[in-house]
């Protein structure tokens, strides 16, 4: 029986940075779009969900999906990863890929990579990220992370704290101690028993930020995507070739600091 594979993409409008951030115009599409649209493009993927939430301010975010054609769920405001949950069930997902819709230049052949590897190391959990304290070597704004539907839903379970449930995936990788398996991959198994996978780039592109939380980030791809007419089928390989031959691209939103994991909407504590 073949795997079912579900990209699921987070979005809300209550963005506590750049509200609204999720529907602004990148290019002549709504962010939400280009990440819809990118992401669809991976061969491994069988159906694109957008999970948003059932506040009247995401109402305009059900309004583009439909307009979209994409079909999307609506859940609780800061138990992502319930939100994930239910999503992940009510489509059968064998496998589950989870995708910000603050990132508008996702690259499809690296969400596959990371199905494929953990299709083919039966791994509980692969990423091309992981935040402090681990490393990351690709640009942040391609983060994927791709899990088991078991894995996940022993996660939706278990997990108390408010920053797992937030963030939807740490109480599987949480404690992990990764070892090199080859240039690209490091792998090993994590405090609560999964096996946990990640990719790597043999060149180290961690610093360059290529999401949207703020005014900046999205004037760097507001000018990202002018440089391409405004499609969107563009791979991560030519917006590092772009930025690398226009250095001033990344001076736009150079000194934005980034998240941390443990970084949570206060919100979401009733604080």
């Known amino acids: ?42 061969t491994t993927v ?3 969900i957008v999970a948003t939430t059932t506040d009247a301010s995401d109402d305009p975010v059900a309004a583009c999906c439909d307009s979209i ?14 939100r994930y949950y239910q999503a992940a069930k009510q489509s059968k997902a064998d496998v589950v890929i989870r995708i910000t819709a603050d990132c508008p230049v996702i690259d499809p052949v690296l969400i596959d990579e990371c199905v494929n590897t953990l299709l083919d190391g039966s791994f509980d959990f692969t990423c091309n990220r992981l935040p402090p304290p681990f490393t990351r070597t ?40 990764l070892s090199v398996v080859s240039g690209q991959l490091s ?31 999205l004037e760097f791809m507001h000018q990202v995507y002018a440089r391409f007419d405004g499609r969107d089928d563009f ?10 031959n226009e250095n001033d691209l990344m001076q736009i939103n150079a000194g934005i600091k980034h998240k941390t994991l443990k970084e949570i909407d206060e919100r979401a504590t009733g604080n």
């Open 1 to 42: 029986m073949q795997t079912r594979v579900v990209a699921i993409i987070q979005a809300r409008m209550s963005s506590s940075r750049l509200p609204g951030k999720v529907l602004l115009d990148i290019g002549g599409q709504p962010m939400l779009a280009r990440v819809v649209a990118r992401t669809s493009r991976a």
């Open 46 to 48: 069988n159906q694109v």
């Open 69 to 82: 054609g994409v079909t999307y769920t609506r859940g609780s405001m800061h138990d992502v990863l319930d």
């Open 138 to 177: 690709y640009p942040i704004g391609l983060d994927t992370e791709v899990c088991t539907f078991t894995a996940l839903e022993k996660a939706w379970n278990e997990s108390t704290e408010t920053f797992h449930r937030e963030h939807v995936m740490p109480n599987l990788y949480e404690g992990v101690e």
């Open 187 to 217: 792998a090993g198994l994590s405090q609560r028993g999964f096996k946990i996978a990640q990719l790597h780039h043999d060149v180290d592109y961690g610093s360059y930020r290529w999401t949207v939380d703020t005014p900046e980030d």
């Open 235 to 244: 791979s991560w390989n030519e917006v590092l070739d772009l930025v690398h």
